[in-house]
Structures are given as structure tokens and as C-alpha cells.
């Protein structure tokens, strides 16, 4: 040894050596690995052999990061290479000793963190000029954010947008901020929430995300990780007053982060976790440790990789990528970062690290060393070839929860007070306003309270608006002592010619001149109830991805979690504007993806708002001449003082559906029904009245904190407004008052009012006719009304198909990865999933559709008449109702075939009603065997060919596992369809998605994608399928004819929605192309020639997420939006 290396050992204590092991020898890094170094050199000298010269890497960092579980990997496999010794420095060396008497090495791995001094390594270097893998210089940039973002701009790397408050008194131009209810001005860049705010220094992890009014206030508080924790949800609004902060826009990232870990410029392993703002619960697996999935970087996201690597000149670094809007930006460089748990990365980190290490420095120690030829850039993630049919898409249509009962109460004004508001927010532009801002809605009752005041001050004063509307109106805006934005909203109107008749509620006389009229809306509000309701449904909704049945972190639906985690789940939550909406899909995306807390952060960064001029909203207010038409011929029927004539059936169910033939037989006399439903209101409230003068109810709560004098007030309103003036019954009040007993009877039978039966029974046997029949009585008024209703929701579902089968982006098998990758389980499948939530509306009317637009001919085909049968006997489309479309590829057919792209269609009509069960009608299953396959001998490629034992071609030596605790067996993997077979099973036999105990026969048990325990929703009917046999052609054909069918002035309505999806549209992962508007039919757009169900991808091929060729649509309809 040299004399320069004997000067730096001599003194240095007591430094540990792990000595490079024999090729094939497999030891863990421990004490007795290491060989205790003490005296002089002086006595190996002579016996040194310079012929095997060693080069020597140093690990200079704490104790905890150079004995971590990873470093310890990453060395064992390092010191197989021949001429490669690893030295570690001891802490306390490094602590304590001064750097001329650290090791001395040829190479240096160092890295800061907590307590290490960084002082101390640099001067180091200086001194002995060691190979480095990790700039020291550039560490001390990395530890302010500021610097960090700073270096990522002019390197050209895209980051969110972001404005620095540095609070020094020494520069007070810099610490400009503003801050308002929903958004902060620094240093005059805006930024509306939500926004994150970080610390500048990154050893700081307390990163707070601040939540708009709109979604429920509060921030997600975010921190590093304690246990199982790595963020808390607080009510806090405010930004911190101490300190300097970066602020940044939020990048809505469907709920994951991917983190990215570079060894050199030419190597990147990614990873997937869940978002830590999004329920702050860390995932974690029977060792304890955070589970993540591998993910697949796209050619640009590794370009970014590649220049992070070389901008901070760091080796092995971790950084932090949000995919959003069809981009990718950086939002943190954590420097020296190892992935934890992974066999395959701690191979390939040795491997670079090793031959790094060696091509610079074997020629200078003249080692005998050749660089390898093989590729060193390995796939980040396995795809595996499709086997039979594999899910590509699901679309799901689903009502909201249960809600609280919804009132409106209408009042016109003049005040002048009243036109300065509409005047201030523009409701002059469209002569209607909306206020749902909390900040508006202080507003509204402000004036009221004034108004008020002014009534009790003078009573002779010229304020023409009816004391007990303005008090019914504050009242209700001061319900709950705060504005939260989602459970009440005002609208006004403007009326040039003032009221033209007294509604039922007024009873003002006619005053000449322009008036508002404003209408109040509250209530409505998601219950507790339907929280769970959608919550349990998206948990057992899970089941109907790839290895559903498995079990998760102690959740079942493996699969479509581990799909998620790896960006292989292409996922869109879409939700209309109503409170009650918004909070259902938050609530189901919490179940579907098992995760916790509070449902503000999820809603924010999970579902998209749709309120984009009729995609999932309806403007109530703007009926269609045909639905008023139909609402006339309804009222006029239904005030009819006799029994239903035949004639009266043939007018109010030309379609002859059971349903509604018996719930005529029940009303029979509809004005003598009407009779008994208004006394038995009367007998509620004076039973209520009764309660509150019973001092025992002073206190009672009832369910979600009503209280009896609300209870009360909601009764007595419907009692005033369902018989008119003039004796007749208002019917457009029926929905309402059945309602209200619905949730009373379901909540509040605690109470144990007489009579709420009856009422019950006989209200919905009026709405049973009253509600369908709104949405159209004949089938041609059916679909007209659907149409004005649902046409671009109807669009956005074949765009959604059609966008499917349009993914060009194909990742293909790499050889090497047959190892790493088994089954369904793999991360290589690309599932996309888009879930629409919505009002009752809009569910009534995408079904009319289905049933009367025409699809299939039900004297033909005999599963779609027995699915028509069983939608006619529906009597109502219950909370939670799904409409849900799932298509599948089956990668043994031809291209070009139709047979290649299988569509199903599935329909639940949502929550079991009160004592309902036994009467509901009964479908045929979930993915009942179709009945051409019973005729012919089976096809070795069908999807009902479960009798056969084949394993997946991916991994032929893999055997099929089978699920403990479970009666099935896998028998076949299909695509990404895990498809199962029960061992005594017929073919034939039925099974749900969602098993109720009432439907299943005795003899067959729940079976393919149903499964035990806690994916059953009791409360919810199960899926069954209206028909599983139906190609992608059929569909598109008959999804463009309903489009075609739509009137030129519904096609209007639909011109401002591409401009305004495509503001509001957030994909996480693949960059959306823009729109074109064109004149040619819908066709694929490349080729021109290939049939629209052809298919891009080989059969050797997986898609994933990525961009796809411009969707193309209608000439007729002359509008489009980028399919999501």
C-alpha cells in the first residue's frame, strides 16, 4: 500500500471494511462481514500484490442510511465484482475525526440527511479528489426548494406553477401576500384553490394543501411519515403567517404520485404510491413497509429523468413526478434515493454502479476490464401478452346517494337591494343567476336580514316582499352557522313584465313593472347513509377488474388497486355540480380505491366537475315543448274524479309496463288517491305538532340533526302547496311528498308516527306513475325527452369506446421479463375506466334509450326481450342506480372481425326500498352464459368456455394458483379478465357482482366475479346484465344513430361544450388531442379503410395510456370534446 494511503488510515480509530466476496458467495452486509482495521499499514506493504489492485468505494453517510436494508443490498451485490472493495465510514468518524484522518478511497458515495456534516465531506473531497457519484456542491441546492426549482426551470423542465414569499425583512419586496376566502395573491401571481404551500427548506416536510369553500374548506396537512400517517385533515383555511413558503398551483394527479429513482443518466426505475394528500393512510404491506408498484415511464418522462440526473449531477437521485393534464411535472428532487423492496433494482443499481466505477477508473489503476455490451436501459415495468378477452374499458352511469328531502321555496322581489346583486354578478347577460358562493350567499342574507330590520323599525315602510318569505329565507340561509357551498343555493330570474300569475305559494296581488324571482333550494343534502351506500358500492365494484377477488391490505379487488397504483388503470370520475353528486362519487372513488378520511381532499383531487351545459346537469327551468306537453297530458289525467278507464290506461302506459299497470290498479280513482294522501299530510303534522308541545321533545334530535320544527315546516309546506286554491292538486308535487315519507320512513321511524305506512305506500304508487312518466308517456316522447336531456353524455360514452380501441401507444414484451411477471396480476394491463355521476334525470333518460332507441330487436333476440321485461317491471331507479358498459378485446380474433371487441351491458336499479324486497322483480344474473353458446358446441376462444384448464401463455410454467377460503377455481386467465369457473358449476348457471341473498337460489352460488364477505352491499340490488353478447359495431352504430336522431336544436346546446370540457377536462396520464371538427362519418382515423372495430394493437402487444389519434365525430352534430 502507498505511502499516501498508510498516511490517511494510520490514525483513524477503529474504520470497518467489507471486503468484496467470492463470485457466487450470497452474504447480508453484517458486523461479522466487516474486518477490523487498527495500526499501521506498514505490515501489509510488503505483501500487496499490485497485479490485484483494488479499487476502493467509500460510503461516507449516518449510521441509519448506510446500514438501511437497500444500501446493504446494493453493496453485497457491488462487491462481486472482482476488483471492488467497499469501505464504510463510521459514524463516528465522520462525526468526530477531522477529514485527513477519514479512509482514504477511490471512489466516494455521499450523500446528506439528517445531522450529517456536509462541511466536513466537501473539504474531503477537496483533499482527496475521490471519484464522486453525487456532487457535494450540488447538495446544498438541493435542500432549498427555491434553488430547486430555480435549477428545473433553465433546464426547460416543466413544474407546476409556483411564486415564491420569502419573509426577510431585508427585502420586503418579495413578501407580498394577499390572501382572500378562495385564493392568494404572492407578490401579484394569483392562485385559486386549491394550492399547495411548501416550505422553501426541503427538510421541512409540513407541505399544506389548501381546500376552496366550494368543496368543504379546510387543508390537508401534510408531513413525514409517522407510522401509518403521512397527512391530517384540518378546518383551517388560512395560510401560514410565519416563514417563507413556495405556493403552487395543484396538480390534480387522480389520487397517485410517482417517484422516480435515476443510477446515472441512462437508468430510471419508477414507482407508484398513493397520493399523501389524499387520505394521509400509508399503505402498507405484512412487513410494515409503504406499498408501491412499479410504473412505466414514457420517452419524455425519461428525458426528464435523464436531465434531473445530470442538472444536479447526481448519480443515484429520487424525484417526484405528477402526471396531470396529459403532462408530467416535477414537484420535488430528493438527491440520493434507493428503492426499497425490490430484488430486480438492487441487481440492476450494483450492475450500472459497478460498471460506472470501472470504466473511469480501471484504465488509470490498469485493471483488466472490458465495458459489457448488453443494454443497461432495462424495461421499468412487464407486460404480458393477451389470452383470450381481455376488459379494456368500463363505463358506469350511477345516481347519487341517499339524500336528505329536497325543498325550494319561490318568492318574487323588487327591492332594489335584490337588482344590485343581480346586477353585480351578470345575471343581466342571461337574465338568470345562480349564487352558490358561500361570500354570495352571505350576501342574499344580508339583504334579508336588512329588509327585515326594516319591517320591524317601520312597519309602514314600501318594502313589498312578504315578511314570512324574507324570514323563511334567512332562516334558511342561517341554517348550520356556515356557508359550505354544496347544500343551498339561490337563483334568480329576471321577469321584465314582473310575476304573470300567482304561483301556489304566492298570494300577492299582480304588481305591474320588472321583478326578480328568486328561488331558494336546500336540502338535498348526501346522507351518512348514502355516504356508506357509495362507498360499499365502490368496494365491491372492484370486483369486476382483473384479480378482484384478491386481498389488499387487508381490502379485497387487488387487482384494480395494484391497476391504479401503476398508471395501467386509465381512471375518470366525472360529477354534475350538486352537492350531493360531488359527494357520492367522492365517496364511491373512496371505497373503489380503499382509501381513508375525510371525503373533501378525495373530491378535490379525485372527481372532475361536469357541470358543462347538460353532460351531467339539466336546467330544470328549461323544459322541452314535449315535456311540457307530457307534464299537461299527465296533470290532466291525473285530476280526473273516476276510476282509470281503459281508455286512461292506453293514455298513461302505451308501453304496457307492469310496472306502471299496477300501480294504476292500486291509485284507481287518482283524485279520491290524492284525497287520502293530503289527509293523511294533515294527520302527520298535527302529529308533529303535538310532539313539540310535549316538553319530553324539547331536545329531540333527529336523523342528521333535524330537528322537529324543520321536520315540521317540510310537512307543512307540502300540505299548502299540494292542494291548490282552487281544490285541484298540484301533481308536480307528488316526487316531493314521497320523498319526504320515504326518508322519514327509513330514518326516522323512531318517531313512530301513525299512518306513515299508508302514505308511504299510497305516495309511491302515485310517483311510480308520476316519475317515469315525466321523462315521456309514448316511446317517441320517451326518447325525444332523453335526447334534450342526455345527448352529450350519450356522445361522451361512444367517444369513450371509441377511444378504447384507438390507444396506438403499445408497450411490447421484453424476453427478459417473463420472470417478473405472472398472470393477471401483472402491471401490464390497461384498463380504462370512466364513472359519470348524476341526477335521476339523467339515469331515466340514458336508459330510455337503451330500451327504445333501438339497439335490438327484442322479437329477434330473445335475451334482450327478457331484459326488456325485467326493466319494465322496475318500478323506480332507487338511489345508486348503475347503468354500466364494460367492453372487452379478444385478442384470438381477427383485427378486422367483429367478433375482436365484445360489448355487455349491466343495470342495478340501485338501493332496496322500504319492505320492497320480496315484490322486486328478478333479472338473470351478472354474466349469464349467452344463449347462442348453448347451442353450439363451444368455441376454444369463447369467454364461456370455462371447462378447460389452460395457462396463461405469458408464463407457461407458472402453475394457477387457487384463492384460500374461496369455492372457485381459476381456471383461465382471460386478457385482463381473470375468468372463473366453479368446480360444480353449469355452464349455464348465472352470478352477480354484488350478491343478494333474496335472488340467489339455493343451489347456485355466487361465482365469478361476486365474492365473500365484504363485497356484498345488502341495501343495493345487484348488477344484472341486460346483455352480454352485443359487438362494439352494433353499439357505435346505434350510439350514432341516436346522436343522428337528435334535433338541430340540441346539437346547438352542445356546440359550447367542446370549448368548455376541454377548459375543464384533467386527464391524469395520456396527452389528450384536441378535437377537430370534420365532415366525414365516424370512422377509425387510421386506417381510413379499416371498420371502426379493427384493432391497432398486435396480439403480442398490452395498450397502455397514452396519446391516441383525434377522435372524429358526427357532421351532423358539429361539435366535439376530448374524449376522457
Known amino acids: 500500500m502507498s505511502e499516501s494511503r498508510r498516511q490517511g488510515m494510520s490514525n483513524c480509530g477503529l474504520p470497518m471494511f467489507l471486503v468484496g466476496c467470492e463470485d457466487g458467495d450470497s452474504r447480508e452486509l ?125 433546464e426547460g423542465i416543466d413544474l407546476p406553477r409556483y411564486a415564491v414569499l420569502n419573509r426577510n425583512p431585508d427585502r420586503p419586496e418579495e413578501c407580498n401576500l394577499v390572501e382572500s376566502e378562495d385564493h392568494v395573491e404572492v407578490n401579484g401571481e394569483v392562485f ?143 438527491g440520493f434515493s434507493f428503492v426499497k423492496n425490490s430484488m430486480k433494482y438492487y441487481d440492476d443499481c450494483a450492475k450500472v454502479l459497478g460498471n460506472m466505477v470501472m470504466r473511469e477508473l480501471a484504465p488509470q489503476f490498469h485493471i483488466p476490464w472490458s465495458i459489457p455490451m448488453e443494454a443497461e436501459d432495462i424495461p421499468i415495468v412487464p407486460t404480458t401478452s393477451g389470452t383470450m378477452m381481455e376488459l379494456r374499458c368500463v363505463i358506469a352511469v350511477i345516481r347519487h346517494g341517499d339524500r336528505t328531502p329536497k325543498q325550494k ?367 315521456g308517456i309514448t316511446k317517441a316522447e320517451k326518447l325525444d325527452i332523453a335526447s334534450a336531456y342526455c345527448l352529450p353524455l350519450v356522445k361522451k360514452i361512444q367517444l369513450d369506446l371509441q377511444r378504447t380501441h384507438e390507444d396506438e401507444a403499445v408497450n411490447k414484451l421484453h424476453p427478459l421479463w417473463f420472470r417478473y411477471s405472472r398472470g393477471v396480476m401483472s402491471p401490464g394491463r390497461h384498463v380504462r375506466t370512466r364513472l359519470y355521476f348524476t341526477s335521476e334525470s339523467h339515469v331515466h333518460s340514458l336508459l330510455s334509450i337503451f330500451r327504445y332507441g333501438g339497439l335490438l330487436d327484442e322479437r329477434i333476440d330473445e335475451q334482450w326481450k327478457q331484459a326488456m321485461d325485467y326493466l319494465s317491471a322496475v318500478t323506480e331507479l332507487n338511489y345508486m342506480t348503475q347503468i354500466v358498459i364494460m367492453l372487452y378485446e379478444d385478442n384470438n380474433k381477427d383485427p378486422s372481425s367483429e367478433e375482436r371487441f365484445h360489448v355487455e351491458l349491466h343495470f342495478s336499479p340501485g338501493v332496496k326500498g322500504c319492505k320492497d324486497e320480496d315484490n322486486a322483480p328478478l333479472g338473470f344474473g351478472f354474466r349469464p352464459a349467452s344463449s347462442e353458446n348453448h347451442e353450439k358446441q363451444t368455441d376454444p376462444g369463447s369467454l364461456e368456455d370455462l371447462s378447460q384448464d389452460e395457462p396463461d401463455r405469458a408464463a407457461p410454467s407458472e402453475p394457477i394458483s387457487i384463492q384460500r377460503k374461496s369455492p372457485l377455481i381459476r381456471n383461465r386467465k382471460a386478457g385482463s379478465v381473470e375468468v372463473l369457473s366453479e368446480s360444480n358449476a353449469s355452464r349455464g348457471s348465472a352470478y352477480r357482482l354484488f350478491p343478494s341473498s333474496s335472488h340467489q337460489s339455493p343451489e347456485i352460488k355466487p361465482s365469478g366475479l361476486g365474492f365473500e364477505g365484504c363485497s356484498m352491499v345488502p341495501s343495493i340490488y345487484p348488477l344484472e346484465t341486460l346483455h352480454n353478447s352485443l359487438s362494439l359495431k352494433q353499439v357505435d352504430e346505434f350510439l350514432t344513430s341516436v346522436c343522428k336522431n337528435g334535433s338541430e336544436t340540441q346539437f346547438k346546446r352542445l356546440k359550447s361544450l367542446s370549448a368548455m370540457f376541454d377548459s375543464h377536462a384533467q386527464p391524469s396520464i395520456d396527452v389528450e388531442s384536441q378535437e377537430t371538427l370534420v365532415t366525414t362519418p365516424v370512422q377509425l382515423s387510421q386506417p381510413p379503410i379499416r371498420p371502426l372495430w379493427y384493432s391497432s394493437d398486435p396480439p403480442s402487444t398490452a395498450s397502455s395510456a397514452g396519446p391516441s389519434s383525434p377522435s372524429v365525430v358526427e357532421p351532423s352534430s358539429n361539435f366535439g370534446f376530448n374524449c376522457e
Open 30 to 154: 453484517e458486523d461479522r462481514d466487516m474486518r477490523n482495521i487498527s495500526g499501521p499499514y506498514g505490515d501489509e506493504e510488503d505483501d500487496e500484490d499490485q497485479s490485484e489492485r483494488q479499487i476502493v468505494v467509500g460510503i461516507c453517510s449516518m449510521t441509519k442510511k448506510s446500514k438501511s436494508k437497500p444500501m446493504t443490498e446494493i453493496m453485497e451485490r457491488l462487491c462481486k465484482f472482482e476488483y471492488i472493495t467497499v469501505v464504510i465510514f463510521p459514524e463516528e468518524v465522520i462525526l468526530n475525526e477531522s477529514v485527513e484522518k477519514w479512509p482514504l478511497v477511490d471512489c466516494l458515495i455521499s450523500f446528506h440527511s439528517k445531522g450529517f456534516p456536509l462541511d466536513k465531506a466537501v473539504s474531503y473531497t477537496k483533499l482527496r479528489n475521490p471519484l464522486l457519484i453525487n456532487d457535494l456542491n450540488m447538495q446544498y441546492f438541493i435542500q432549498d426548494r427555491r434553488e430547486v426549482y430555480r435549477i428545473l426551470q433553465e
Open 192 to 334: 385559486h384553490k386549491p394550492f399547495v404551500e411548501k416550505p422553501v427548506s426541503a427538510e421541512d416536510h409540513n407541505v399544506y394543501i389548501y381546500y376552496p369553500t366550494s368543496a368543504g374548506g379546510g387543508s390537508q396537512r401534510l408531513f413525514r411519515k409517522i407510522g401509518s400517517r403521512s397527512s391530517v385533515y384540518s378546518p383551517e383555511s388560512t395560510v401560514r403567517k410565519t416563514g417563507s413558503y413556495i405556493y403552487e398551483e395543484f396538480m390534480p394527479t387522480d389520487g397517485t404520485d410517482v417517484k422516480v429513482y435515476t443510477v446515472g443518466p441512462d437508468y430510471a426505475h419508477a414507482e407508484a404510491r398513493k397520493s399523501p394528500a389524499l387520505d394521509g393512510k400509508v399503505e402498507r404491506d405484512s412487513e410494515g413497509k409503504e406499498i408501491r408498484y412499479p410504473v412505466m415511464l414514457t420517452a419524455m418522462e425519461k428525458l426528464v429523468a435523464r436531465k434531473v440526473c445530470l442538472a444536479f449531477k447526481q448519480t443515484v437521485c429520487g424525484f417526484d413526478l405528477l402526471r396531470a393534464n396529459g403532462h408530467s411535472f416535477v414537484c420535488d428532487v430528493n
Open 409 to 775: 321555496m319561490k318568492m318574487e322581489v323588487r327591492n332594489a337591494l335584490f337588482f344590485d346583486l343581480f346586477e353585480k354578478y351578470g345575471g343581466y347577460k342571461t337574465g338568470k343567476l345562480k349564487l352558490k358562493k358561500p361570500k354570495q350567499l352571505q350576501e342574499v342574507l344580508d339583504i334579508a336580514r336588512q329588509l327585515l330590520a326594516e319591517l320591524v323599525q317601520h312597519n309602514d315602510c314600501e318594502i313589498e316582499e312578504k315578511k314570512s318569505k324574507l324570514e323563511q329565507l334567512k332562516t334558511v340561509l342561517e341554517m348550520y352557522g356556515h356557508f359550505s357551498g354544496i347544500n343551498r343555493k339561490v337563483q334568480l330570474t329576471y321577469l321584465p313584465n314582473g310575476q304573470p300569475k300567482a304561483s301556489s305559494e304566492e298570494e300577492d296581488s299582480l304588481k305591474e313593472g320588472p321583478s326578480l324571482l328568486l328561488v331558494l333550494k336546500w336540502g338535498g343534502e348526501l346522507t351518512p347513509a348514502g355516504r356508506v351506500q357509495a362507498e360499499e358500492l365502490g368496494r365491491a365494484f372492484r370486483c369486476m377488474y382483473p384479480g378482484g377477488q384478491g386481498d389488499y391490505a387487508g381490502f379485497p379487488g387487488c387487482g384494480l388497486l395494484r391497476l391504479h397504483s401503476t398508471y395501467r388503470h386509465d381512471l375518470k370520475i366525472y360529477a354534475s355540480d350538486e352537492g350531493r353528486v360531488q359527494m357520492t362519487a367522492a365517496a364511491f372513488a373512496k371505497g373503489l380505491l380503499a382509501l381513508e378520511g375525510e371525503l373533501t381532499p378525495i373530491l378535490v383531487q379525485m372527481v372532475k366537475s361536469a357541470n358543462m351545459n347538460g353532460l351531467l346537469d339539466s336546467d330544470s327551468d328549461s323544459l322541452t315543448d314535449c315535456q311540457q306537453r307530457v307534464k299537461a297530458r299527465l296533470h290532466e289525467i291525473m285530476q280526473k274524479n273516476r276510476d282509470f278507464s281503459e281508455e286512461d290506461n292506453q293514455k298513461l302506459a302505451p308501453t304496457g309496463s307492469p310496472s306502471l299497470v299496477n300501480s294504476m290498479g292500486v291509485i284507481n280513482n287518482p283524485v279520491r288517491t290524492c284525497d287520502q294522501v293530503h289527509t293523511l299530510i294533515q294527520s302527520l303534522t298535527c302529529q308533529i305538532c303535538k310532539r313539540l308541545e310535549d316538553p319530553k321533545s324539547a331536545d329531540l334530535q333527529l336523523y342528521h340533526s333535524e330537528t322537529l320544527e324543520l321536520m315540521l315546516q317540510r310537512w307543512s309546506k307540502l300540505e299548502r302547496d299540494f292542494r291548490m286554491k282552487n281544490g285541484r292538486y298540484d301533481i308536480s308535487k307528488i316526487p316531493d311528498i314521497y320523498d319526504c315519507v320515504k326518508y322519514d320512513t327509513q330514518h326516522n321511524s323512531c318517531l313512530g308516527l301513525e299512518d306513515t305506512l299508508e302514505l308511504f305506500h299510497l305516495s309511491r304508487a302515485l310517483a311510480d306513475i308520476i316519475i317515469p312518466q315525466e321523462y
